[in-house]
C-alpha cells in the first residue's frame, strides 16, 4: 500500500484542513508530518467552525486513526487547549496517536522567536511567535526535549537544563525572561499529554502501509515557505514539501502514492517576503474581503493576489504533485475579470522561474480572463458551474500539466466538487 500525501502549494492557508477533512472516508489513517500550533486548518460542518493547530484535520471521524508524526513540533499548552476544545464537543479521541520522537516546544522557545522578531526590525519574518524556529534549532542543533522524555525520572533536570540556556540568549537579546507561570502551565499540560497514547509511530505507519491500510499524510504550511525551496530567510523552520512525509513519518520515498496539491483560485501569504502578484488595491481589498483572508492563528489580515503560475510550477515540480485541488473558486465570483500570472519579468528579462533573490524586482506578465457573476457555493457538479470557471480551471490544467480532481466552492465539508 502507498502513503498519500495532501500539501499547500502557496504560502499556506490553501484550505487544507477542509481538503483533509473532505478525504478522510477514504482513508484508515491521517498523519501529520511537520510544523506545529503556527499551523491553523480550518474545517466546516453541520454550522459548526473548527480550527486545529496540531491535531490532524481527520480527527472528526473518531474511527479514522490520526497521528502526529516525528516531524510536528508540539506545544503542549496549544495541544491541552485543543483537546478541551475538541472534548467540549464531544470529540472521541481514543484513536490520536503521538510519536515519541515529535519535538517539545518550551515556553522559553517562544520567548525566544519573539526576541529573534523585535530584534529583526523592519526585517522581521513576520513569524507566528509560537516558538517554532527556536524548537527547530534546538532539534537540529541535538539540545531539544521530545515527547518521549516527559515519561523519563531526569524530564526536569533535562527541561531546566534547556530553559536556562534560552534564559541566557534572552539576556543577549536584553529581553525580558517572563516565563515562571507559562512554565507552570507548561507542567500542567505535560500532565494531560503523557494521557495520550504516544509510540514509535514510524513503526506504526510502516506496519499499516503492511497491513494494507491507507494513509493520507496532512502538510502544514506550504511549498513557498519551505524552508529550503521557500522564498527564504522569509519562510518557516521545517520542509513542508513531499520530501518532509519521509523524514516527519518515517516513510520510504517509494512508499509515496498520489500527491494531492491544493491551491487557492487566487493568492494569499501572511507574514514578510516576497509575493509578486500581491495586490495593493482596491482589487486586493475586495478578494480579502470576500474571502475572508484573516489568518486562522493569529487573526491577521493576509496579503492578497492574483494566482502566480511560476511559483504553482515550481511548486509542483518540486513536490511530484499528481492532483490538484483548488479552493475559494466562489471567492472569484463576482469580478469582471481574472488575471493569472504566466511569467515574471526580472531586471527587464522575462522568465517563468522563481528568482533565488528575495529582493530582486518582479513584475508580473499576466493573462486576463473573463470573470463570472454567478453564485457557485450551491453547485454540486463540474459540469455546473460557469463556463468561465472551467475555462480557468483549464488553463492551470494546461499550463501545469496537472489535473484539478476536487473544486471546493465554500468552507463547509458538503460543499466540495469532484471533478
Ligand atoms: P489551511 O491552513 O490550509 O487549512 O487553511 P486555513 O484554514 O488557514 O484557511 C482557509 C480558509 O478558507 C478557512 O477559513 C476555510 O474555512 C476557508 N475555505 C476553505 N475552502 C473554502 C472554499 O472553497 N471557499 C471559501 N469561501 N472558503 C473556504
Ligand atoms: P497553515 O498550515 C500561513 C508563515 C508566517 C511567517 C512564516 C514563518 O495554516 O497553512 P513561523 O511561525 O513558522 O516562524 O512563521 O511562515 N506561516 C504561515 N502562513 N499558513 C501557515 O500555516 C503558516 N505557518 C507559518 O506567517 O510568515
Ligand atoms: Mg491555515
Redesign the pocket.
Known sequence: MKLDVLL?LQ????G?GKAVDFLTPQYDVIARFQ?GP????SLEFNGMKHVLHTIPSGIFHPEKINIIGNGVVIDPVVFRKEIEALQARGVDLKNLYISRKAHLILPTHRLL?AASEASKGISK??????G??PTYMDKTGRNGLRVGDIFTSDFEAHYRQLRDKHLNMLKQYDYPAEYEQEEKTWFEAIGVLKTFTVLDSEYAINKYLTENKSILAEG???TM?DIDFGSYP????SNTVCAGTCTGLGVAPSHIGKVYGIVKAYCTR????PFPTELLDATGEELRKKGNEY???TGRPRRCGWLDLPALKYSIMINGVTSLIMTKADVLSGFDTIKACTRYKVDGRVTDRVPFDVNAKVEPVYTEMKGWSNDITGTSSFDSLPAELKEYVAFIEKETGVPFQIISVSPDREKTIIK
Open positions: 499547500g504560502w499556506g492557508d490553501e487544507k510544523g503556527n499551523a491553523g486548518h522567536d519574518i513576520g513569524s507566528t511567535l509560537k517554532i524556529g502544514a504550511q506550504g515557505l522569509f519562510v518557516t523552520s501572511v507574514g514578510s517576503g489568518g486562522s492563528t
